[in-house]
């Protein structure tokens, strides 16, 4: 593993970002017990790359851990090898003497949702394939007011001219405004400013996945007298910030792909 | 102290808030860290609200590989940067068999403190049993991200210095700012870059920065020429989202003023 880091950190490329941020801890809701003892895997993207420490147990039902590094292929799916790694006791001064990796198989991440994937990896000529899911650990808090930025893009019959995004004018602001109005499950207000002029709100459900958030609900705007449904998802909380793409799909036969960061008016 | 199965658990079954939105008043700590001088072990912290799951991947008496896990709580009122909980070891079905969970089960073994004393360094401090071990321990880069590209940013900020001037202060009426930013790497190994930012309505302002990657984030630095001033600019923090970029940044102009914001900006490409 030494080895491998060190080739990463030195070799460090460039390559443009993808679609979703796996970062997260990931496990099978199945494979757990109140006792404790689950396994899962940690994820940690950088770019195109995965980097991910497997937390399992072995034949004596031990804990045990590997390391991979998996890169992008051109389906949008990471693969990589699998590798076992020796080293100093924790107790003990570090020896790079110590240390020692060896391959041990391959391993697939495949994303199948936001806050789902499969897991593909062989330890020798022991094959493993494992549905897996992000782990949420607490909800998110969002509530606030935002200003926000947004692009995005339409498609359907009924699209107006005002519905499709102008590259000549680039992203435009908005204010958001999140409201907890049920702490337990999450439910939130929420309105949103699209465009100069349309001033719309919704109740929304939401999901915590992990890190991200999902709000989704019913979108009114009386101002225009247009609704539809919104979806909210990959909704990443950063410091007064967020950042996450939509779904919305108009009454009138129209729907909008888009993304959007959103900052506190607070410095 | 809640168990970590009886956390994993509720955390599965019944997601509870959180006290706090603590990720709007912390830096985000998750990563994997280790220290630069002992590559081989590390630990991978997920931050979620005001807890951490930490994952600590180290070797056993044997240099077997072994792993500890621990739920880090903030203390009441978040924000102090230190999170704290027990630690503990785990054991479960073999990975090649079917799960059972009669076989899975924890034993707490000690605590496990992590502080974060700068962006990209924090300290580690962790007892299992008798033995305790305190570390310095730093964020891996992996990977240089590509931030290139023209986004439409909105920013707030906050002044100090006695040079301010009243049209440099943040106006909470007025609320954060729009502007634009383009960022192009001219030289892709040392990652410098040249960077366009349109800072208050009508200035239009430029640098040539260096970059560097401390684990996830990014941190761009350089001089920023405006038409009428310039300052040192200091963008960190910077993380790469889908088309999307948010961080901090200072600004310290050159006559006794200080710009302190946040930022989150969007790809102008849908």
């Known amino acids: 593993m030494r080895r491998f880091l060190l080739a990463v950190f030195l070799c460090a490329t460039v390559f443009r970002a993808g679609a979703s941020d796996y970062t997260d801890i990931w496990f099978n809701p199945s494979e757990q017990s109140t006792a404790g003892g689950g396994w899962g895997v940690n994820v940690v993207q950088s770019d195109a790359f995965l980097f991910l420490t497997f937390f399992v147990y072995g034949p004596d039902n031990k804990p045990t851990w590997y390391v991979a590094g998996l890169t992008r292929d051109a389906n949008g799916n990471f693969n990589g090898p699998l590798y076992a790694t020796t080293g100093t006791y924790f107790g003990a001064p570090w020896n790079p003497l110590d240390q020692s990796e060896s391959p041990l198989g391959t391993m697939t991440f495949t994303l199948t ?3 789902t994937g499969t897991l593909v990896y062989n330890v020798g000529e022991i094959a493993v394939t494992k549905a897996i899911s992000r782990q949420p650990l607490a909800l998110e808090d969002n509530a606030g007011n935002y200003r926000i930025t947004h692009t995005w893009t339409s498609t359907g019959p009924g699209c107006t001219p005002a519905d499709v995004y102008s590259a000549g004018a680039g992203p435009q602001n908005g204010d958001m405004a999140i409201q907890r109005i049920n702490l337990e499950t999450a439910l939130v207000s929420l309105t949103w400013q699209f465009t100069p002029v349309d001033v719309c709100s919704m109740t929304a459900n939401y999901t915590q ?59 | 102290m809640k168990t970590l199965a009886r956390w994993l658990t509720i955390a599965t079954l019944a997601l509870h808030a959180a006290h706090a939105p603590a990720t709007n008043v912390t830096t985000d700590v998750t990563d994997i860290w280790w220290p ?136 909470p009426a007025t609320g954060a700012v729009t502007g634009d930013m383009s960022i192009t790497h001219v030289d892709a190994d040392t990652a410098a870059i040249s960077l366009q930012w349109k800072l208050a309505p009508v200035e239009f302002c430029s640098m040539s920065a260096s970059y560097s990657q401390i684990g996830r984030f990014g941190q761009y630095q350089g001089t920023l020429n405006c038409p009428a001033r310039t300052g040192t600019l200091t963008f960190f923090e910077v993380a790469n989202r889908v088309k999307g970029l948010s961080g901090r940044y200072t600004v310290d102009w050159g006559y006794n003023f200080r710009y302190q914001g946040r930022f989150g900006g969007v790809s102008n490409s849908p």
């Open chain 1, 113 to 115: 949702g936001v806050g």
């Open chain 1, 209 to 267: 996945s992990g890190r991200i958030g999902t709000y989704s609900g019913n979108l009114a705007c009386p101002s225009s007298g247009k609704s539809g449904t919104l979806v909210l998802y990959e909704v990443a909380n950063g410091i007064r910030t967020l950042t996450g793409r939509y779904f919305m799909d108009w009454s009138y036969g129209c729907t909008r792909n888009g993304r959007f960061t959103a900052i506190m008016p607070n410095p």
């Open chain 2, 36 to 171: 630069s001088s002992e590559a081989g072990w590390g630990i991978q912290l997920i931050q979620n609200a005001d807890v951490i799951f930490a994952t600590m991947f180290v070797y056993g008496t044997g240099n077997q590989p072994v792993f500890y896990v621990a739920l880090l709580e903030n203390p009441p009122g978040g924000g102090t940067g230190t999170w704290t909980g027990t630690l503990y070891v785990s054991h479960g079905s073999y990975f090649g068999a079917p799960w059972s969970p009669a076989l899975a089960g924890e034993v707490p073994v000690g605590t496990m403190t992590f502080a974060l004393t700068g962006i990209g360094t924090g300290t580690l401090d962790y007892t299992v049993g008798a033995t305790s071990v305190s570390k310095v321990i730093d964020r891996q880069p992996l990977k240089l991200e590509n931030n290139d590209g023209s986004y439409r940013f909105t920013h707030t900020w906050s002044t100090s210095g006695a040079g301010c001037t009243a049209s440099d202060a943040f106006a």
